[in-house]
T-cell receptor
C-alpha cells in the first residue's frame, strides 16, 4: 500500500458524459501527478501539481482538467468523453518535485461505452 | 523528438542475473527513473539516476550514461516475484517546465 488513495476504483459511463476522479496523496506529500495508461499507449504523463499550483503539463487533452485543493487532494475532470478515453488513470504523489520517486495509487479504471 | 526504447519482453531463470536496457532521446534531460509494475497493479518506484554511474539498492542496480542516452536496470538473484513489467521513464526539462516520458515497458518472466 503506497498510501495514495484514489476513488472510485471503477467507473463506467457513456460517450459525451463528464466524470471526476479523485486522489488523496500520501500524508506529507505536496506533489500530485496524473497519468493515463492504456493498452496501446503505455503510461502517459498528464499533469503535475505542487502545493496547489500547476507545475508541469504533459499530453493532457483540452477536454481534461485538474486541480489540487488546499488540503492537497486532487481531482481530474474528464468531459465530452470518447471511447478512446477508456483507460486506467493513476494518481501519484511525492514530497517534492519527484526526484525522490513517485508513489502511485491503485488507479481508477474508466470504461466509456 | 523524444523517444524511449526498451525491449518488449525478456525471460530469465530464478537465481540468475538479468539486465534490462533502456535508450532514450530527449532534450533537457533531467533524470531517469525505473519502475516495476506487476500485472493489474500500480507502478512501484525502484530507482532514480541523474548523474552518470551506478546506483545500487539491494538486489537492484541502475546505471546511467548521459552521453550515450543509455541506462540499464540490473536485477540479481532473481526471484519468481520479480516477474513484472519494468518501466524506464525520463524527466525532460524545457523552458522552466518539465514532463515525464515513459517507455512501453519490458515484461520480464522469471522461470523456475
Amino acid at each position: 500500500d503506497s498510501g495514495v488513495t484514489q476513488t472510485p476504483k471503477h467507473l463506467i459511463t457513456a460517450t459525451g458524459q463528464r466524470v471526476t476522479l479523485r486522489c488523496s496523496p500520501r500524508s506529507g506529500d505536496l506533489s500530485v501527478y496524473w497519468y493515463q495508461q492504456s493498452l496501446d499507449q503505455g503510461l502517459q504523463f498528464l499533469i503535475h501539481y505542487y502545493n496547489g499550483e500547476e507545475r508541469a503539463k504533459g499530453n493532457i487533452l483540452e477536454r481534461f482538467s485538474a486541480q489540487q485543493f488546499p488540503d492537497l487532494h486532487s481531482e481530474l475532470n474528464l468531459s465530452s468523453l470518447e471511447l478512446g478515453d477508456s483507460a486506467l488513470y493513476f494518481c501519484a504523489s511525492s514530497f517534492g518535485t519527484g526526484v525522490d520517486g513517485q508513489f502511485f495509487g491503485p488507479g481508477t479504471r474508466l470504461t466509456v461505452l | 523528438g523524444q523517444n524511449i526504447d526498451q525491449p518488449t519482453e525478456m525471460t530469465a531463470t530464478e537465481g540468475a542475473i538479468v539486465q534490462i536496457n533502456c535508450t532514450y532521446q530527449t532534450s533537457g534531460f533531467n533524470g531517469l527513473f525505473w519502475y516495476q509494475q506487476h500485472a493489474g497493479e500500480a507502478p512501484t518506484f525502484l530507482s532514480y539516476n541523474v548523474l552518470d554511474g551506478l546506483e545500487e539498492k539491494g538486489r537492484f542496480s541502475s546505471f546511467l550514461s548521459r552521453s550515450k542516452g543509455y541506462s540499464y536496470l540490473l536485477l540479481k538473484e532473481l526471484q519468481m516475484k520479480d516477474s513484472a513489467s519494468y518501466l524506464c521513464a525520463v524527466r525532460s526539462s524545457l523552458s522552466g517546465t518539465y514532463k515525464y516520458i515513459f517507455g512501453t515497458g519490458t515484461r520480464l518472466k522469471v522461470l523456475a
